[in-house]
């Protein structure tokens, strides 16, 4: 039985991370990928934040499914994922302020991150709260994934930096396109064509379908 409970959680992990990744299988939640991927430690904390919410959220969503009226579920789930966003938000503007200020509108916007939702009625209102979880912290660690590697490379090219530090050779000529938006539509752009191009074709053509 705990073998089979731990093949589960694998298999729902693996789908949440690569599979089912919502920014490059899903195209969702791109608006904040392009918002805050300028500098790794604010991706890094929108991505922690996501991972909380989801998670969070669909634990919630699965603890009350037997109880939610269908009618008013979509109104129950937002309900929800606005509470833990907003403990996201006094828990950032309490203890990391500058970074809160620097995120801006992007934290109060995770209420409308189709991600979140779109787990919440798919998988949580249909599964136990195990699963939930390890679907929850799946779906946020895929976002958060898809969203470091573009910060990486443009924090890298644009101030040649890493987390505020210098790493690039003297001389260097920062790539100022890289810390504008249209930086962000290419480098996610291109991160989801080398996927899709170094994925197996059956696995293109279900997507197609």
């Known amino acids: ?19 089912e990744n919502p920014v490059f299988r899903q195209i969702l939640g791109i608006c904040s990928a392009l918002a805050v991927t300028n500098l790794l430690i604010n991706t890094l904390i929108m991505g922690l934040s996501l991972i909380f919410v989801v998670t969070m959220s669909n ?3 699965s603890i009350l499914r037997s109880i939610t009226p269908t009618r008013i579920r979509m109104m129950v ?4 994922i606005a509470s833990y966003v907003i403990i996201v938000d006094v828990f950032l503007k309490a203890y990391l302020p500058d970074i809160s200020e620097a ?13 979140i939702m779109g787990r919440c009625e798919a998988f949580a209102r249909n599964n136990t709260v195990w ?3 390890v679907d929850g912290v799946a779906s946020g660690c895929g976002y958060a994934f898809v969203l470091l ?34 930086g962000a539509f290419f480098m996610l752009g291109a991160f989801i064509w080398i996927v899709r191009s170094l994925g197996p074709r059956g696995e293109e053509e279900e997507l197609k379908k």
Not at 103 to 115: A, D, E, F, K
Not at 154 to 177: K, Q, S
Request: hydrophobic share 55%; glycine share 10%.
């Open 1 to 19: 039985m705990i073998v089979m409970v731990e093949l589960k959680s694998r298999k729902i992990f693996a789908s949440g991370v690569w599979k």
């Open 59 to 61: 634990v919630t969503v």
């Open 77 to 80: 789930q937002t309900l929800i």
């Open 103 to 115: 995120l801006g509108p992007y934290v109060g916007l995770i209420i409308t991150n189709c991600i």
């Open 131 to 133: 699963p939930s979880f």
């Open 149 to 182: 590697t573009i910060a990486f490379f443009r924090e890298l090219m644009g101030f040649g930096t890493l987390f505020g530090m210098d790493v690039m050779p003297g001389g260097w000529t920062n790539w100022i396109i890289m810390v504008m938006p249209p």
